[in-house]
């Protein structure tokens, strides 16, 4: 990512262009032309392979690009925007009633199958292939991909949104989620990978627009609410 040095000098890690290693875990520093990026690994087999856990990167070169996706979903448009009652689990009971807008870019159906229902994907295609680049594989499905827009909201409640995974329990996934805005409210990914009572943090991810981050999606996760601006992210699950 951007400013990679500040972020490993932030994590109390040593400054390498290749890993270092905190707390039992394993941070890489890779450099490209396009992309500076830190990367935490859970594991590396005995050829060196990878397994990611966590992926934050930002786009070098991409402003043009970031502006256009900001204007498009928050600008004097017609961008159409969807109201729901709960941004993490809408029109379901006994949901926190924490209201927001969506917007759905492709659907993914009960059967099974996705289909592109907005003309807005095209503005993502870039960062879809940024993805599957940097998770280094040619393509990938994509399942659902949809974008959220929330507002502070005077709750008598701290409490985060509801911890969640975007598919079912044990449906393999991964989570490409991108900041259009600088904000509050960070996104919470847990360790757990089953609903329960109760969550421990593996990651923080504070909004800064233009950054992304890509985790597995078996990860429940949720985010903490904006209390000083709007928040929006645009979430893809690809397969």
Partial sequence: M????????RLNLTNKNSFSVSDN?????????S???VIKASTMNSTATVFYDLI?????GQEKLNRKIK???????DFPWYYIDDVTAAY???NQGRPGLSHVYVEYNDDGSSEIVSDFHELFIPLLNEACAVLQVPTAKIIQGRSFLQFPLNLNSSEDDTPHIDLDEGERHIVV????????GDTVIYNERTEGDTY???QKVTPKQGRVVIFDGGLYHTAQQALRKHRCIVNYNLA
């Fill in 2 to 9: 951007r400013a990679s040095d500040t972020v490993l000098e």
């Fill in 25 to 33: 875990d394993i941070w890489l520093r890779d450099k490209n032309e």
């Fill in 35 to 37: 992309i500076d990026m």
């Fill in 56 to 60: 934050f990167f930002e786009f070098y």
């Fill in 71 to 77: 204007d498009n979903l928050m600008g004097d448009n």
């Fill in 92 to 94: 379901e009971e006994d």
């Fill in 177 to 184: 989620l991108y900041y259009v805005v600088t904000s509050d």
């Fill in 200 to 202: 421990t943090v593996k």
